[in-house]
């Protein structure tokens, strides 16, 4: 089966050919960060205006990469929710395009369900039940995932998103959009024990996650020290030490979710789960755990075609096909999805 993924719920338009939900054949991905760099954030109006500029360039370069044509589909993949509006409805409306002109089936797809799905684009076998994080800078969410049925919300972040907090933290020490890869980098550098900074719901009974007390804390200690002017502030120890506090409690968060469900598998998906550190300590502790775990390569991380067209295959599977009349949803909840995978 091979499918078409497309990918525009925010500030990437992508498109990759997938088959039978794991072989990728392409995965072409056109980035806007230097467009949004300068305003610190993607600004909405402009991500969709790039978006409807080069689409038709990615679509058709991945489908020449993969060497099809379009009657060689099976169906077309596209992101319906949730993201930013004016962004879905370019991608969904070039891909209701494609379907009704070639004649093919199309699915509507979750993000999330996408960045789920993409632990199967290097891995033949996942063995299931799992628990899944997925982090990124607009969702920090854990999920059960069963041998079958739906997926069931375990636990989420409760403000902002750990990927929102790495932002809105390097803004504040004067780093570079988007703020996840600077800190990684300048952390690099750093000793993340010279500081304390708080893990908000670490010692809460209840799965859920809170980062905006400690993006609050990293402002009190800046205006405290007299950053920038003050010379006495180490930023790379000031990122290291921030960013240690994130990743202890998503790993924290993501290992009791585990042990709860009694599960030997562990998935981490979203832009965060490129992060060095919580890749690195993740590692260690499931190695330790005997825990199987399932992380994608950074480049299936962040958003892309190819995990849309993964996720894609898994609901044509469960014969979960779409309209012509399906509209694009900014709040879209995973509730209806029926992704498995085993």
Do not use: W
């Not at 990469?65 to 099976?74: E, G, N, R, T």
């Not at 993201?83 to 969904?92: E, F």
């Not at 799992?130 to 059960?144: C, E, K, N, P």
């Amino acid at each position: 089966m091979l499918l078409l993924g497309i990918e525009t719920s925010c500030d990437e338009t992508a498109a990759a050919v997938v088959r039978d939900g794991r072989e990728v054949l392409s995965n072409v991905l056109s980035t806007q960060v230097p467009i949004h760099r300068k305003y610190g954030g993607v600004v909405p109006e402009l991500a969709c205006r790039q978006h409807v500029a080069v689409i038709s360039n990615v679509v058709c370069a991945a489908m020449d990469k993969a060497k099809i044509d379009f009657q060689d589909l099976s169906g077309i993949a596209v992101t319906q929710g949730p993201g930013l509006m004016g962004a879905l409805l370019v991608g969904l409306s070039y891909a209701k395009a494609l379907a009704y002109r070639h004649h093919l089936r199309l699915i509507g797809v979750h993000h999330l369900e996408g960045h789920i799905a993409a632990v199967h684009l290097e891995n033949r076998i996942v063995h299931l039940p799992a628990v899944a994080l997925v982090v990124s800078g607009g969702h920090t969410m854990l999920y059960y995932v069963p041998v079958h049925g739906p997926l069931k919300s375990l636990g989420q972040s409760v403000d902002d998103a750990a990927g929102e907090a790495f932002d809105k933290g390097a803004k504040m020490m004067g780093l570079s959009y988007p703020g996840g890869p600077a800190i990684d980098r300048i952390a690099r550098t750093g000793d993340p024990t010279r500081l304390t900074f708080p893990r908000p719901c670490l010692n809460h009974d209840s799965l859920d996650m809170s980062f905006s007390g400690l993006k609050t804390s990293l402002r009190y200690y800046l205006e405290r020290s007299g950053f920038p002017s003050a010379s006495d502030v180490n930023t790379p120890d000031v990122a290291a030490a921030f960013q240690q506090a994130i990743v202890d409690v998503l790993v924290e968060k993501t290992l009791s979710a585990a042990d709860r469900r009694r599960v030997r598998t562990v998935f981490v998906t979203g832009g965060v789960a490129a992060n060095t550190v919580l890749r690195r300590q993740l590692t260690e502790i499931c190695k330790e755990r005997g825990l199987q775990l399932k992380i994608p390569s950074p480049g299936y991380c962040t958003d892309n075609g190819a995990m849309i067209a993964a996720a894609g295959y898994f609901r044509m599977n469960g014969r979960k096909e779409s309209s012509l009349a399906m509209s694009p949803q900014a709040t879209l909840a995973m509730s209806e999805t029926g992704f498995t995978g085993g």
